[in-house]
């Protein structure tokens, strides 16, 4: 529960996290919240020898409307963003699942960015952003760019950022269709998602049902075709991996999915 030593740099600026991470190369490591790194430092299933610590930059924490879009900074907390009124009142989608991710503390140190950034299948928030068809603005060694949410997460605790790369901003554009939902399979209130889905108009997503969040294309191709919720969600496991672990086997998962969905779509479809 100790970790490997490392360099410890903490930035006060953007441009000074991106020097930094530079000069720490493929070895270095941004430190946002600390709830995800720090565990795994700790059970030294990351090793990283420099530390960026990014956890101070005020310039990456806001949430503000911008060019028809919801601007979300990379170091928005999931408590901030559970409690903005701009958050709540656009994108009430956003803004509930961050209040169901963990408990208190973890609400009040992790962000949105080191979420999205970790890539955990089982985290709430990257299919949040699928489901709301998110765009990533980072900052890098080769410049400036902007990454949809659907060629982000690239795999298991992999995603398309480079070594070096900053995810400094979420642009949301405001859903054409009010109707959304939030379900998450959970054994205790606090835990991570066992199956989740997010609903945002026609576009659904799934949390922990394969190596990366995923759309559920069958599921939104059925709703296009015409189908009802209660035939759509039971496309909700097609093209789906779920894990097979302690938590549950892969058939238990494949029918939470197919629950959820189901609920999910009529809970959506109840709002709209
Ligand atoms: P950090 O731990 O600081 O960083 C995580 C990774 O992202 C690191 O590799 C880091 O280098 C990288 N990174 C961070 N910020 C950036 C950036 N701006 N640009 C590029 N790379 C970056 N999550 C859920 O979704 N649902 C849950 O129910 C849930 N429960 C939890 C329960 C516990 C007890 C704990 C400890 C965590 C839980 N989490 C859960 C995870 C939590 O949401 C984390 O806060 C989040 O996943 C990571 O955010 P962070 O700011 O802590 O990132």
Redesign the pocket.
Known sequence: MIPAPFTYKRASSVEEALNLAAQAGEDG????????????MKLRL?V?ETIVD??RLGE?SYVREDDGHIAVG??A??DELARSGLVGSKLPLLAHAAG????P???H???????L??A?P?????AVALALGATFR?RGPSGSREIVADDFFLGLFETA?QPG????EIRIRKPQSAGWSFQ?F?KRG????IVGVAVQGANVALVNMGATPVRAAAVEGALASGMGPSQAAAHAADGTSPPDDLNGPRAYREHLARVLVRRALEESAARA
Request: proline share 5%; aromatic share 4%.
């Open positions: 490591k941004f430190l946002a919240g600390g709830h995800s790194l720090m565990p795994l990351a990283p990014i956890g990456l990379a170091l907390t999931h169901q991710v963990g408990d503390q973890v609400r140190c992790g962000t949105i960015g080191g979420s950034a970790h955990d089982a985290a709430d928030l990257p980072t950022l790369e900053l995810l400094t998450k959970t606090i835990d991570w998602a």
